[in-house]
């Protein structure tokens, strides 16, 4: 890896201008998607083992618990790019941050009594507070660069998108299952029968939300630094401009 970063800041014409980092709009609002792709594709994997293996419910069931979700973020589209060209990226992204976080608390105090109702309402919320910034901060960051560099910016935050939800899922999954492994192994849960695996596993979950509420916590900090960014000019001959 490092090999590659070296190779690509030396030569010519880089496969991945990774000189988009040297702007700090963008590193700011990278790091930002980063830590709410881990959170959202680690809601997605978790809510559906919890309700299927904890509340019992179908896979359909488990299913219809995220629809509402994606509608609100496809209604969300053309309102938050509206909102963006008003106000920026920053109020955005500290609300929606806001939302994102306070849902996630929530889930991480969640009970076996907590209804199917109020689950799909929390989830709901998480894909509204997320709608509200991945939009407007991902705009934000690639409005800072020199039009040279827009195609490597907008790869650089599709492949770390890509690559901090695998890692966020990966990470979160083993934080639930190290919390479960720990519960079962406490006097609370040195009963072995269908309850006490069933308690185990809500145990791991709100760490696993515990650890993305704090994750959201960093990011949120990250978004009081936002600024609305102004692409520089591009340099005549289309040479490329130095970064700043």
């Known amino acids: 890896m490092g090999l590659f970063v070296w190779r690509q800041l030396v030569i010519p014409q880089p496969l991945l201008d990774l000189r988009a980092f040297g702007y700090k709009v963008f590193r700011i609002s990278t790091l930002i998607m980063m830590i709410v792709m881990m959170a959202m594709f680690s809601a997605m994997m978790l809510l559906p083992i919890f309700l299927q293996n904890a509340l019992g419910y179908s896979p359909l069931e488990a299913g219809l618990v995220m629809l509402p979700g994606g509608v609100v ?82 790869a650089i935050i599709g492949t770390l998108q890509q690559v901090s939800g695998a890692v966020g899922t990966a990470l979160l999954v083993t934080v639930m299952t190290n919390g479960s492994k720990r519960f079962l192994e406490s006097p609370s849960g040195a009963q072995n029968d269908a309850t006490g695996k069933i308690l185990a596993m809500l145990a791991g979950m709100k760490s696993a939300f515990l650890l993305a509420f704090a994750l959201i916590a960093v990011a949120w900090a990250c978004s009081l630094f936002l600024r609305r960014a102004a692409a520089p000019e591009k340099e005549p001959g289309g040479k490329r401009v130095s970064v700043h």
Do not use: C
Not at 100 to 114: D, K, M, P, R
Not at 122 to 132: E, K, P, Q, R, V
């Open 73 to 154: 973020m496809g209604i969300m589209s053309p309102i938050t790019g509206r909102l963006f060209d008003k106000f920026g990226a920053r109020w955005l992204a500290v609300i929606g941050l806001a939302l994102i976080g306070n849902t996630l608390w929530q889930f991480a105090i969640i009970t076996l009594s907590t209804s199917y109702g109020m689950i799909m309402l929390l989830n709901t919320l998480l894909m509204l507070g997320i709608s509200m910034l991945m939009m407007p901060v991902m705009t934000n960051a690639l409005n800072e660069l020199p039009p040279p560099l827009y195609p490597h910016g907008t």
